[in-house]
């Protein structure tokens, strides 16, 4: 079926080049008939670009599994030989890169495919568009060429479609079975959605924590295109779907953006009818959560949509409920159709995609259209932290400067994060500068913004992420106009050894202090933390402290010198104390300095756990800190002498199997974190655990309520009315013991996000809350109505004693995709501080 499309354009137009191979000559079968290995797909784009002048090829980086990740560059020849120009003045009319455009400018058109890896038609329908932009000679594809720029990702998740590909050749029939209930049909545990850590790299675009994602959005801030799609698979049943998108919208979309929407689905429709292919629109997929592959290069100037083709699950062919087969085959054709579409509309409407795409930014930097002109961060924040969020910031082109001589103005009234209040604050000279006058208003808005502008509550991805709650800033949002007078850098640390020191003091107040100790405790030092404040010198230092006495350490050789390289290199600063006698508080001699041990960490992993939870912490563990973990297979947690480990995470899954085994495990000594469901292994019969007593009531009163007759309800109003007790993820607030270890240096509030609509009630005396909701907890985001009523004087999460060991309770994943900073230090606490 879709070979003989491919023949077509071969024998109505004359091929450039007689020796450029279709991709069936090259390998050896028909796109639609098999899922092509990415080593076949990089040999087959090498060779197109080796016979086509029409073609340029640029690795833009590695996968964490090794394999590349590239992008074809394709136009005209003459169009080729100046890329830089065109890439030039692109960013000089987003006013991105100084100076007027002149000479060549080209519209832009990128083509994403197959960021889920098991959505595979995509990146069989990219090799299809090359061949035909490579060899046909058409007038058409002639037009195409000469008057614009596409650029084709063919694959942006290698590793995931690799997975899937090996995966489904080791399960399937000589000849596919279209049966449903086949095995080819039903993915293993890992899947072949997600990268090499598991997770979804179309929900990372703004966060950027996986190599995929930060490479590719380093290439795409240097191209911004004025047409972005990004081409995915959907459940099978389904037909094909293309924008415009379903409500909410995030306001952010300009009126021009929102239109051209409609422009390009009415292209879409015409080619849909006339092969009478369905199709639908306005439904299911939301432009609101700012890190999708539609959103994010929305928020960069371009048409951001997305294209989704029924067939997830189906293998090389299935059917469907209604009797009919759908076909591998079928779904490269209607993204290779649907690709064309997009080409054609690109070039039709070429003068207004430029003039449009220049006014965007233009209202960016004159006319930000947001009720927030200023953002300020306290320079007084640790350096940790503002470090981590300005690097993210500037790789987005967000610029930032400091107050200088703004700063000696005085009450200025802003909305304060930290307190969620309107409150009036000084500005200092140091202190960071965000405005909204410039190229990039519209994403730094929608980044800092402190309330989303959620239009519609039916959407199934997080409603709130404000940065500066992920990361626990003192920051305030202005409605007036602030402009910066100083340019911003972060200068690195050099810190200086003092050798007559008697002890190291490190703070303990961001993720790198974490990074600090871990490092620290695998190049075998001993340290200490202050259990209690104190003061030494005149400065003041809270509880989590850390402490690193020379007497300690008095066997490790060259122990000053060794100790400041670590600090070098996680660009920790060191204070040198004198004296083991403080000021105020225990000397540091006290017992109430505990020493931190390096633990041996061991992972549940595998079939019965949440594969994205999972990947969550593994990512952290292995790229974050650094540190090495042990992941347990799920389904032999019960063969593993659980003694040899320190410490036993067990992300959200089913344990009911392991309950006493695991309890077993923490009276002995062990220690176990319990994120999100994974709570519930100790709700079992005859349980002694608080907390599984409480959760064993809980489950028993929601059976009760279930089977009580119910009011009679609108069918039509099901999903909303599911909304009223349920959360996509918001933001709300968390009262601390800010004493406990769990919360040391997080302060008396923390921010957490939201993410499921599970109540847990407060533990009994002889147990630990540390973090608790309290009344009016709703900051940012969607949270259900029924469900908000149940969230005042809950548990928010807290440390369970049993026997000589420990149960951590997080019923939210701290480490969440990656990008709550926050969470990570709450996290490190339940790893390394809560003894």
């Avoid at 220049?358 to 640790?382: A, G, M, R, W």
């Avoid at 994060?417 to 208003?441: C, G, M, N, R, V």
Wanted: proline share 5%; with cysteine.
């Amino acid at each position: 079926m879709f070979r003989s499309l491919l023949a077509i354009f071969c024998l109505f137009s004359t091929c450039l080049h007689a020796q450029i191979q279709t991709p069936e000559q090259f390998l050896g079968y028909k796109l639609g008939e098999a899922f092509t290995l990415h080593h076949d797909l990089v040999r087959y784009i090498q060779h197109l670009a080796s016979q086509s002048p029409r073609l340029k090829v640029q690795e833009y980086g590695k996968t964490y599994e090794k394999r590349a990740l590239q992008v074809v560059f394709v136009s005209a020849p003459e169009n080729l030989a100046k890329l830089e120009e065109i890439r030039q003045n692109n960013l000089k009319s987003a006013g991105l890169l100084a100076g007027q455009a002149s000479g060549l400018q080209l519209p832009i058109l990128w083509l994403g495919y197959t960021v889920h890896g098991n959505e595979p038609a995509g990146t069989e329908a990219s090799m299809a568009l090359l061949h035909q932009l490579a060899s046909e000679n058409s007038e058409k594809v002639q037009n195409w060429l000469k008057n614009m720029l596409i650029i084709i990702d063919p694959c942006q998740n290698p590793d995931g479609r690799e997975r899937y590909a090996h995966w489904y050749q080791t399960v399937r029939n000589a000849q596919p079975d279209v049966n449903p209930d086949g095995w080819e049909h039903i993915e293993p545990w890992a899947r072949g959605r997600f990268n090499h850590y598991l997770y979804d790299l179309n929900r990372d675009w703004a966060w950027q924590t996986q190599i995929e994602t930060q490479k590719k959005t380093d290439l795409y801030r240097l191209w911004l295109p004025q047409v972005h799609i990004d081409v995915h698979e959907m459940g099978y049943e389904q037909s094909y779907f293309f924008g415009p998108p379903a409500h909410p919208i995030h306001p952010f979309a300009s009126k021009w953006q929102r239109e051209f929407a409609g422009t390009i689905a009415k292209e879409n429709k015409q080619n849909f009818d006339s092969r009478q292919e369905p199709y639908f629109t306005k439904e299911t997929y939301d432009f609101f959560y700012p890190s999708y592959g539609d959103t994010y290069p929305s928020l960069h100037g371009a048409i951001g949509l997305t294209y989704e083709q029924g067939g997830i699950r189906a293998g090389l062919g299935i059917v469907q409920s209604s009797g009919d087969t759908l076909y591998f085959s079928k779904r490269v054709q209607n993204h290779w159709e649907a690709s064309q579409n997009t080409i054609a509309v690109t070039l039709r409407e070429k003068e207004k995609l430029l003039q449009n795409f220049k006014q965007f930014f233009q209202e960016n930097l004159e006319k930000p259209d947001s009720q927030y002109k200023t953002y300020v961060i306290k320079h007084t924040n640790s350096a940790g932290k503002l470090a981590k969020l300005t690097e993210l910031l500037q790789r987005n082109y967000i610029q930032i400067g400091r107050a200088g001589k703004a700063g000696k103005a005085t009450n200025f009234k802003g909305y304060a994060y930290h307190k969620h209040q309107e409150t009036e604050f000084s500005l200092d000279e140091k202190d960071l500068i965000l405005t909204a006058y410039q190229p990039q208003s519209r994403l730094l808005n929608v980044l800092l913004e402190p309330q989303a502008m959620l239009e519609d509550s039916l959407t199934y991805d997080l409603t709130a992420w404000a940065l500066p709650f992920a990361y626990g800033l003192e920051a305030y949002a202005l409605k007036e106009k602030i402009l910066p007078t100083q340019s911003f850098e972060i200068k690195p640390l050099s810190p200086l050894p003092s050798p007559t020191a008697f002890a190291y003091i490190a703070r303990w107040d961001d993720f790198e202090d974490v990074r600090f100790l871990t490092q620290a405790l695998r190049a075998g030092f001993k340290i200490r933390q202050a259990v209690n404040p104190f003061e030494s010198n005149a400065l003041a230092y809270p509880a989590g402290t850390l402490v690193i006495l020379r007497s300690d350490n008095k066997n490790t050789k060259d122990f000053d010198k060794k100790l400041f390289e670590v600090a070098n290199q996680t660009q920790k600063n060191l204070i040198a104390l004198p004296t083991g006698g403080v000021d105020k508080g225990n000397d540091l001699g006290s017992e109430y300095y505990e020493v931190v041990r390096l633990p041996k960490i061991a992972v549940v992993g595998g079939q019965g756990t949440e594969n994205v939870e999972f990947g969550a912490v593994w990512h952290h563990f292995e790229r974050d800190l650094g540190f090495p973990v042990t992941v347990l297979q799920h389904e032999t947690l019960g063969n593993v002498d659980l003694t040899a480990y320190h410490i036993l995470i067990l992300p959200t899954g089913k344990y009911n199997a392991y309950s006493e085994t695991l309890m077993e495990y923490a009276k002995q000594g062990g220690k176990i974190i319990a994120l999100d469901n994974a709570m519930n292994f100790t709700a079992f019969k005859g349980t002694n655990s608080p907390m599984g007593q409480r959760i064993l009531k809980m489950q028993e009163e929601k059976s009760e309520t279930e089977q009580s007759p119910q009011a009679i309800e609108r069918y039509e109003n099901r999903e909303r009315n599911m909304l009223t007790e349920s959360t996509a993820g918001a933001i709300c607030r968390v009262e601390l013991d800010d004493t406990h270890p769990l919360a040391y240096g997080l302060g008396k509030t923390y921010y957490t996000l939201r993410l499921n609509q599970r109540h847990y009630p407060l533990l009994p005396k002889g147990h630990w809350n540390v973090g608790k909701f309290g009344t009016n907890s709703l900051v940012s985001g969607f949270v259900g109505k029924q469900m908000l009523a149940k969230i005042p004087n809950t548990f928010a999460f807290g440390v369970e004693n049993a026997g000589k060991g420990k149960i951590i309770y997080l019923p939210e994943t701290p480490v969440f995709r990656g990008f709550w900073y926050n969470g990570k230090m709450l996290f490190a606490n339940a790893v390394f501080a809560v003894k």
